[in-house]
């Protein structure tokens, strides 16, 4: 059995993941190229976790930047500053933690639904970001800097060298193709099934026996500490974290991408999170006003595709839904 | 004798100075459909409603097997065994008929919070939902988008749903409205097997259904009980024909 929904799906992904694998040799290190894609290829596990969220469970939120946010500033604080730790001990670290922030928000959060919830997530975030971006201790509006990035040796054995921009890249695509795995699975879950129960008809679910409230909790606790795992990506990428990172402004963005690539769709956030990048770096060289352009063409695009490029590609592949 | 499986002792539930229950006791036995007819606004919907944990009661109590349940959470209800349909259509349209069951049988059977197995994996749940298919006569369409087939079959999804929770006792709050005379008969055939195995409380404004189906009906007048009978005695006593059914012919 397969994990993909439909046609046009599978042939994305096999695409997407064929041609990651290789471009870099064709970019025979070109490090401004290979940084970028590994940028967008970070932002889109960050717009992927949002997408499963809004998409999938019906929660919308304004202050997943937060999580983001978080994920880098976690990871800064944490780690010693002149030693170099073990990565994947510290995306434990980082996941767990982050998962443990987002179970207290999420149970105050949650209480809540619609434009409620839009507006206690965007409250939160916006705390967030102004206690980092007042605090001394923690490098205020400049934020902290990460002098020694991690290794990323397993039992003694390394691989990986995160200084190097290809090994990274590779790095953040398997993150990706790890993360659409995860989010393919628990969408076809036991879980899965009251997921999409809940979020077509609550009230429905709720008469049926679940504690809808618990499942909310749980998808939120997945997707933020994802999020999470976004950010410690970006913070090691650019070597520091600001307060930045959590502005609502990304939230909004990341928002907009999922829309553009497909909104509950999973795979659709890569194809947001590159058509935007792709259509901002490229608009940004034409004209100087290439906010008032961009905003225009996503407004025509986002009526004129009303499932997004997944549901547009699914089309063209005959599919239907 | 069959036994009392729910009961309501004194029950009232009030929507600020209204009293849609006022001091209501009744008694629900198994293996018995039990109506409960009534004017507009007499609040049929709201006991069952109240019954089931959606509303939960200003005052009283309800009794399941003998044991107090009213400070359940609503969905606690279900768990317990009760289990209810709804007036207006409330499925899940974008699944299909089968998923719709499955979604129900899902919560008996457990495992809803396994994040990595497939849900198609577990057949015991989709072994409830195709025979409460079957029970409502929809094995037919279990494949088909619930949004796809009729208005009926959707009001027997409905049935199905609330037999795939293996429940003791179904609240069913109007099964029949806006049906045709055809889709009716099959809704009134379907009860009739229904009932020799659950205790089923039946609120429904098809006086032709609820005569024929009926072991026990209850009169309800403002909120309050007035009258618990078998049909035949309901029919003729004049209390009821005077405060409630009028003249022969008048349409309620």
Redesign the interface.
Known sequence: ?SIFSNKSEKIFIYLFFAIGLFIPLFLEGNTFYINKFSTIIILAIFVMSLDYLVGRTGMITLGHAMFYGLGGYIFTILAPEYEAVNFWVYTFYVMLISGCIALIVGLIVLRTSGIYMIMITLALAQMTFYFFADSVEYGGQDGLFIYIKPETSIFGLSFLDLENETHFYYLCLLSLFNCFVFFK??M???????V??LK??P??????????F??RL?AYV?SSSLAAYAGYLFALQFGFVNPSMMSWDISATALVMTLLGGLGSVYGAIIGSFMYEGLHYYIEHLTEYWMFFMGALIIVLVLTLKHGMAGFLNNLSGGKR | MSQTILEAENLCKFWGGLKALNELNIQFKDNQLHSIVGPNGAGKSTLLNTLCGAYPATSGVILYHGKPITNLKSYEFCRAGIGRSFQKTNIFHNATCLENCCIAAQQRIGGSFNLFRKRSKNRQITEIARSALEQAGLSARADIRAAEVSYGEQRQLEIAMVLATSPKVLLLDEPMAGMGHEESQTIISLLKELKKRYCIVLVEHDMDAVFELSDLMTVMVDGQHLITDTVDNIRNNPLVQDAYLGNDDEVF
């Open positions: 059995m699975v628990i076809n879950s036991s879980f899965g099934r009251v999409d129960a077509e008809n009230d429905r679910a709720t008469a049926l026996g679940y504690n809808i618990h499942f749980i997945l």
